[in-house]
């Protein structure tokens, strides 16, 4: 995530709020705990009130704004999703996992959340307490033998680590992270900062089916394009996405077919906070290309968003496709923690 990350408007000055790398936070309590959290509806998505439902391709659900006064809440830089989207878990860059139930009514609007747990994540044993080792900022879930496996990405110091579990979501609190196999060596020369911000596990539909597909936040001294890795599956190699607009991907979802939603983030002096998707074409998901796509949604600081860096896709009960996005707030009391849900529109 970037060092600084805008949080709000004061007439027109944007206030820029800093992440919080290093502070001692108290020691967690050991296992599983419930945080205390507090919750308030979005009426709109945008700040107005006046646009209606639709933003692009998609049509907005409805938010919620999630706060705690836990030490240990906020920062959540991943989430996925099952059941139709209301069984959720999310990872923070601070080491620790979160699960929840989301609460929503009939047309797929988001109420509350219930049943809301943390942990601290577990690598070989040991609890990541220190910054350095807990900053996840990209999480997978695919089937695995027993049940599921987890697949984390992290960075400042860079690694993908796999959680196996058997329970969806909260088998998932109690797993211990070991290193994934297959992972290119290259990924060790991402800059601070610019980590395995996107992993998406590629779903039965896509010609890469099985495999994990991890995109860098930014690209490296001199280049232009962020590096994107296929691990595993039938097809492993490297590609580039293309970025533009100062847009850099955080995160990334496989719709059923195998088309891939990239997730995006933009923060400038000059254009403030902007978040949007692109979609990218099954077919080009392959090793050498270099991935453009196509924009699906766009959004700014008249809208409801914060630092935009999760994305997860799920099939609602209707066959719909159901988008559901989570914010970092960098546990700073300037930002917020936004959970927004869409449907995508037909083409």
Known sequence: ??????????????????????????????????????????QSFDRAGKAGTRFGALEWLGGLVIRSPSPHFGGLSGIVTADHGRDLLMISDVG???????????????????????????????????????????????????????????????????????????????AVGERLNGIPGETATLAYGKGLESLAA?????????????IAEGPRRNETDSLGWIIGGPKPGRFTVALSNDFMPTDAAFLPGGDLLVLERRFTVADSLGARIRRFAAAEIVPGARLEGRILFQADLSDEID??????????????????????????ILQRTLLLRFRLLPE
């Open 1 to 42: 995530m970037p060092h600084a990350i805008a949080a709000g408007l004061v007439g027109l000055a944007v206030l820029v709020a800093p992440a919080s790398p290093l502070r001692a936070d108290p020691t967690p309590p050991d296992g599983i705990f419930a945080p205390t959290v507090e919750i308030e509806r979005l």
């Open 202 to 214: 590629a779903p039965p539909g896509s010609p890469i089916a099985g495999a994990i597909v991890a």
């Open 307 to 332: 630092n935009m860096e999760g994305l997860a896709v799920d099939t609602a009960e209707d066959g719909a496709t159901i988008l559901t996005l989570i914010s970092d707030d960098n546990r700073s």
């Open 96 to 174: 620790f996992w979160l699960s929840a139930r989301l609460d929503s009514d009939a047309a797929g609007r988001p109420l509350g959340l219930s049943g809301i747990r943390m942990a601290s994540v577990v690598e070989q044993g040991r609890r990541l307490l220190d910054k350095r080792d807990a900053d996840a900022e990209s999480l997978a879930v695919r089937p695995a033998p027993g049940g599921f496996e987890a697949i984390v990405g992290f960075e400042t110091r860079h690694r993908i680590l796999r959680f196996p579990f058997a329970v969806f979501p909260t088998g998932a609190l109690s």
